[in-house]
């Protein structure tokens, strides 16, 4: 017998239903943390080879399911993947994915193109079909994608920045060329994400990490109507995790808009925001990353403690609030799992 996907403990965490425990999984659980990972990478060649080989990225998925014995699968691969899809130039090097020809101009926005899922990412639904064949029963399978702000950051700056000068100056001073970028984005998000959902994810994350270097005012006046417009063309039948990185002075807007869940930053105490926003919101999170580079036995006092604030209400998943850092030992990875499953009892 097939389980079904609403009865998967993520699915039912995420539709704040009681559980005997809460669901546990990581941001990046797939990384280069796992010398089993790093064994995949080394063999495909690369990082995008990893992605646009379904039998890599698939494996890789797997992997820490089978070692940790996490309650979800997210599917291995990246934000910038429909970025490339677009036409943008990406690529990959010790620093990290970049793209070499930033977007800078109307006319490069309007160059990017519409994209079909199927035909210019068909190995993200390939790989997903592979993970749900060999993924164990009660598993359930997440997707993602950036959200049209985060990408247009990334687009318009052409890397990862600290002040995102150029993306700051297009949205104040050539506000059309931005929002024809982002409605050009939330298009191509929306549509990524009806794919992965049609594939076997089960629920979808949409992360927005750079939305929080923008003050209140700004992030509604430029990142939360696209984010909404993607969130309300996918409707609620898949649950949807919004998360911010340092999004904390955000919160009140993230659960406004409409999000089924909203993914914390290590920075927000989350007792608090279960106070707050508990019966509208599941609330994911939220343990430093930087917590696993401590003892196991260290791991495992904070995560039962971070798990005694929350006091078993319900919508809670427990992961991360960013992601794992690739100097993590794994045992304290298992560690930290290990914390939601012996709830159990
Ligand atoms: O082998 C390697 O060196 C790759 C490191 C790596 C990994 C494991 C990158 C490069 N991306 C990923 C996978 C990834 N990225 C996943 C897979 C699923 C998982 O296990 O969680 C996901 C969901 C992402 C999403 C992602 N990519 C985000 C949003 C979440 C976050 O961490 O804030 C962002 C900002 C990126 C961009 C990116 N990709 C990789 C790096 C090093 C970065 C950050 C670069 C920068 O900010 O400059």
Redesign the pocket.
């Given at each position: 017998m097939t389980m079904r996907s609403e009865d998967r403990l993520l699915v039912r965490a995420l539709r704040r239903e009681v559980l005997p425990r809460p669901p546990v999984w990581?941001?990046?659980?797939?990384?280069?943390y796992l010398p089993e990972?790093r064994a995949v990478?080394q063999k495909a060649g690369g990082?995008l080879e990893?992605i646009r080989a379904p039998e890599h990225a698939a494996e890789v998925?797997l992997q820490?399911v089978r070692r940790f014995g996490v309650d979800a699968a997210?599917?291995?691969?990246?934000?910038?993947v429909p970025l490339e899809a677009m036409g943008m130039h990406l690529v990959?090097d010790e620093h990290?994915?970049?793209f070499p020809e930033p977007l800078r101009s109307r006319a490069a926005i309007d160059a990017l193109r519409d994209v079909d899922p199927e035909r210019a990412m068909g190995f993200v639904g390939e790989a997903l079909r592979r993970v749900r064949r060999e993924l164990p029963d009660e598993t359930a399978l997440v997707g993602?994608c950036?959200a049209p702000f985060?990408l247009a950051a990334?687009a318009i700056e052409g890397?990862?920045?600290k002040s995102f000068a150029a993306t700051r100056a297009m949205l104040y001073r050539d506000t059309s060329s931005f929002e024809a970028l982002m409605g050009k984005l939330a298009t191509v998000v929306a549509r990524h994400l009806h794919y992965q959902i049609a594939h076997g994810a089960e629920a979808v994350?949409l992360?927005d990490?750079?939305a929080g270097t923008l003050g209140r005012d700004d992030y509604l006046r430029y990142a939360a109507p696209w984010t909404r417009a993607v969130l309300n063309e996918l409707g609620g039948a898949t649950p949807r995790v919004l998360?911010v990185?340092g999004g904390d002075h955000l919160l009140d807007d993230l659960v406004n808009t409409g999000a089924e869940a909203i993914a914390l930053d290590w920075r927000t105490p989350i007792g608090g925001a279960f106070e707050r926003f508990g019966e509208r919101v599941a609330l994911q999170g939220n343990l430093d990353p930087a917590a696993l580079l401590a003892t196991p036995d260290e791991v495992t006092r904070r995560t039962r403690a971070l798990l005694d604030e929350v006091a078993g209400r319900p919508g809670h998943v427990l992961n991360l609030g960013?992601?794992v850092f690739?100097e993590t030992d794994p045992e304290c990875v298992a560690a930290f799992v290990r914390c939601a499953k012996e709830r159990e009892r």
């Open positions: 990581l941001m990046r659980q797939a990384g280069r990972y990478r990082f990893m998925t820490p997210i599917l291995f691969s990246d934000i910038l990959f990290g994915p970049s993602f950036g985060t990334y890397q990862g920045a994350v992360f990490t750079w998360f990185h960013h992601g690739k």
